[in-house]
T-cell receptor, first 113, second 110 residues
C-alpha cells in the first residue's frame, strides 16, 4: 500500500479556473516532485521541492506553482486552466540520501471542460 | 537534450513466453535509471534503480540490466498478472530532473 496520498482523486474544472491539488508524503520524505501524465504518455516532470524550496523545474509555464510544508504535505496549484491541462497529476516523494526510487501516489485525474 | 525512448510501445505475450523490454537513454551524467510498473488509473510502482553499467537487479520474474546507453527489463515466464505498463526513467544531474519514457504496454495472455 502506497505511503503517498493524493486528493482529490477526480476533479472537473472549467477553462480559466484555478485548481489546487494536494499530496501527503511519507514521514521523513523531504523531497517531493509533481508530474503530469497525459493519456498514453509517460509522466512529465513539473517541479521538485526539497525542504520546502523548489530545486528543479520542467518545461511548464509559471501558472503551475507549488508549495511544500514542514509536515511533508505539498500542493500543486494551476491558474488559468486550459483544456490541455486535462491529465493525471502524480505526486512522488523520496527519502533523503541517494537515488532511492520515488514512491508515487495514485494521482488526481483533472478534467478541464 | 536528455531523452528516454522505450520499445516496443506494446507487447502481447502468451503466458510463460519470456521477452525483454528496451529503454534507450541519452543523458549527461546519469545519476540513476529507474523501472516502474503502472496499472491503469494508478500511480507508478517502483521496481528497480540501477546506477552503473553492468549492474543487474532481480525481483521475482523481472530482471533489469544496464549498459552505458540502454537498459533492458527481462521478464521470464510471465503470468497474466504481469500485464501492465512498464515505465523507464532516468535522473539527470541538472536539477535532479527525472525523465520518463512513454512506457511499454505489456499484455500477457492466459
Amino acid at each position: 500500500e502506497t505511503g503517498v496520498t493524493q486528493s482529490p482523486t477526480h476533479l472537473i474544472k472549467t477553462r480559466g479556473q484555478q485548481v489546487t491539488l494536494r499530496c501527503s508524503s511519507q514521514s521523513g520524505h523531504n523531497t517531493v516532485s509533481w508530474y503530469q501524465q497525459a493519456l498514453g504518455q509517460g509522466p512529465q516532470f513539473i517541479f521538485q521541492y526539497y525542504r520546502e524550496e523548489e530545486n528543479g523545474r520542467g518545461n511548464f509555464p509559471p501558472r503551475f506553482s507549488g508549495l511544500q510544508f514542514p509536515n511533508y504535505s505539498s500542493e500543486l496549484n494551476v491558474n488559468a486552466l486550459e483544456l490541455d491541462d486535462s491529465a493525471l497529476y502524480l505526486c512522488a516523494s523520496s527519502p533523503p540520501g541517494q537515488n532511492y526510487g520515488y514512491t508515487f501516489g495514485s494521482g488526481t485525474r483533472l478534467t478541464v471542460v | 537534450e536528455d531523452q528516454v525512448t522505450q520499445s516496443p510501445e506494446a507487447l502481447r505475450l502468451q503466458e510463460g513466453e519470456s521477452s525483454s523490454l528496451n529503454c534507450s537513454y541519452t543523458v549527461s551524467g546519469l545519476r540513476g535509471l529507474f523501472w516502474y510498473r503502472q496499472d491503469p488509473g494508478k500511480g507508478p510502482e517502483f521496481l528497480f534503480t540501477l546506477y552503473s553499467a553492468g549492474e543487474e537487479k532481480e525481483k521475482e520474474r523481472l530482471k533489469a540490466t544496464l549498459t552505458k546507453k540502454e537498459s533492458f527489463l527481462h521478464i521470464t515466464a510471465p503470468k497474466p498478472e504481469d500485464s501492465a505498463t512498464y515505465l523507464c526513467a532516468v535522473q539527470a544531474p541538472r536539477n535532479d530532473k527525472i525523465i520518463f519514457g512513454k512506457g511499454t504496454r505489456l499484455h500477457i495472455l492466459p
